[in-house]
């Protein structure tokens, strides 16, 4: 039972006014006049009032002691996060020489407030150099046969043929047309200038059965197509690809190049497909621009803290906060006359000896501190780190500053470059940034210290497994912990990552967990897991799900408009972060019927009647539905569904 909330003093300004009055008897009993309009009377309000605000500072005192009890036991709390976004540069026209963009190049929304985000990394984009071209027939399983790739390249150069971009004959999901560079083209926003016959036929122009892939160290990954001018290779024009990161290196057919295919794909249900392969005269490749990651925050840069006194427990500001949490080239450096030392930053002391060279950092107040020296119970003295030596110099190598949920931008808010780059004309954020956290309240911090109290932040329960992989980050949204079935196997721990993104435009790669914060959670739970456990951390089996309705409309109601309800209410309520009856993510291993999804779009305003629904199984990586349609898709216990294109028509 929770001890009740108590103030030291609950007077009011009332209270104190009718006090005040009811002693006047006994101090001055001539004064008879307590009306408003006595000067007297004003005088007891106004000191009154001027009462009321000391009792309410001092009411404070136990908010602050509970603050202060926090910070002992150990809980404060959490940090911010950084919104993170992809930023497009585009050059002003095709340059021959290598063009980077620099680490912490600043790009800004417009407004009198901007926000500003900085790139997280260096991009160097160079024109690619075509090297090999190979025709790679279809294996019969909507793959490619590489084994029996033949060279192109002669035929492509010549200028004289045309390349038939799809080999087989008939055609079959799987064709493709393997085109190797001498160079990662990672990052690079590439243009394809292409003549082509007018062969291709039977397809929609807008919805070509193709894709762009290129080979990463977890196989081919898709290319998003952000314009297609040839309407499916079948005419005259310009198609431009965002080349993912990761494209790395591969020997195919004896050659090692860096590959980059064109695969024709199994066409949806109401997608026709080529009667007859499209073919090209010529094809120029040219790098136009490049992608790379930024995020929410200003750089701080190098800053002096001051000289060291020798003395145990010293403490140093920085300048600007909040800061952000710290990577690998921001920390604590001593230095004296030409020899750098640097730190590491520890979360406390617990485990620290005097030759460790530890500090702690609190991002909110940028207090920066050096281990304590502490008496023992025999008389001795025990250092909880080393001390830098008198005299010393103390810098902190840089920082970042910002995040917060403001730097939740939408697309296309980033326009406005503050650093010039060679080349670029424009720049933009095609998607919009996520994962932008404002600094935990008191408040909230105030309702978690009892629960990290009872647990002992120590995982041993399935549920502490879960709450402390939630605390880790604050881009881990959910958790769900299954034991080994073996005995002495690895604890599953699946996490959800939270990409901040609309239900409606989630796909399975937002749900990646990388590497950056598979550390971040690894980190957090290792010091905490019981000795001997073992944990294996991975996302869930996400299963592709395809629904089909057929509505009626209200009379009166705009079907354009209905439809769109409707896809955002199928697409919210199968969400792994916002799905389910209580709006807190699908449930795991929970199965899905029909007469969820009748139900649900029953109670969209203006929906008449529902004729039909139908559910299908989807493969998210290939883009396509699976089978015939089910009453009934069932889920593994660590299984989640993903809304897959939803169809719904409404008459």
Known sequence: MAFPKVNL????????????????????????????????????????????????????????????????????????????TKLTFSFSNVPEEPVSIPFGTEVASAGDSP????????????????????????????????????????????????????SSDPMSPGDSTYFGFDQSLAGNLL???????????????????????????????????????????????????????GHVGLAVAGTRAFWMRIRLTVPEIDQPTYQATPSVRTLDFAAIGGTVSAEHSEIAGEEFLGLSAGEPGQSFSVQSVPALSRNENEFVEIRFEDENQQWVEVSNFSQSNEEDLHYTWDSRSGLIEFGPRVRQ??????????????GEEIWVSGYRIGGGSVGNVGPNSLTI????????????????ASGGVNVETLDNAKLRAPLSLVAGDR??????????????????????????????????????????????????????????????????????????????????????????????????????ALRQECLEAVANFLSPLSGGINNSGWPFGQALNAGAISNLLAQVPGVER??????????????????????????ETDALFLSFRPQIVVR
Not at 25 to 37: D, G, K, R
Not at 417 to 432: E, F, G
Request: aromatic residues 6%; negative net charge.
């Open 9 to 84: 003093d609950d007077r009011r300004f009332q209270d104190l006014v009718d006090e005040a009055k009811r002693l006047i008897p006994n101090y001055l009993p001539e004064w008879t006049n307590h009306n408003v309009a006595d000067p007297g009377v004003a005088l007891i309000e106004l000191f009154a009032w001027m009462t009321e605000l000391t009792l309410y500072r001092l009411n404070q005192i136990p908010d602050r002691l509970y603050e202060s009890f926090l910070d002992l036991v150990g809980v404060s709390p959490y940090p911010g996060a950084q919104a993170t």
């Open 115 to 166: 926000v500003i985000f900085v790139t997280s990394d260096q991009l160097t984009i160079s024109q690619p150099e075509l090297v090999a071209v190979l025709s790679v027939p279809s294996s019969g399983d909507e793959e490619p046969d590489e084994g029996r790739a033949s060279d192109s390249l002669d035929e492509l150069m010549a200028q004289t043929e045309v390349l038939n971009i799809f």
């Open 191 to 245: 243009r394809l200038t292409v003549e082509a016959e007018v062969e291709g036929v039977g397809i929609d122009p807008f919805r070509p059965p193709i894709a762009w892939e290129v080979w990463s160290i977890d196989g081919w990954l898709n290319c998003e197509v952000r314009s297609d001018g040839t309407g499916g290779l079948n005419r005259d024009g310009e198609i431009v690809i965002a080349i993912p990161d």
């Open 377 to 390: 119970p025999n008389g001795s003295w025990r250092s909880y780190g080393a001390v830098p030596k008198a």
């Open 417 to 432: 470059l503050r650093s010039a780059v060679p080349y670029v004309d424009r720049v933009t954020n095609l998607i919009p």
């Open 459 to 560: 995982a041993v329960t399935a549920s502490d497994h879960e709450r402390l992989a939630v605390e880790s980050s604050p881009k881990i949204s959910r958790a769900l912990c299954i034991a080994s079935e073996n005995a002495g196997g690895p604890t599953s721990l699946i996490v959800v990552v939270d990409p901040a993104v609309t239900p409606d435009l989630l796909t399975i790669d937002d749900f990646v967990l990388g590497d950056d914060l598979i550390e971040e959670v690894t980190n957090y739970l290792s010091p905490r897991r019981l000795i001997g456990t073992s944990i294996e951390l991975r996302t869930p089996r996400y299963v592709g799900i395809s629904v089909t309705a057929l509505l009626t409309a209200a009379p009166g109601k705009n079907s354009a």
């Open 610 to 635: 529902v004729a039909e629904v139908a559910l299908f199984e989807a493969d998210l990586r290939n883009g396509r539905r699976i089978g015939d349609s089910k009453e009934v898709i069932p889920l």
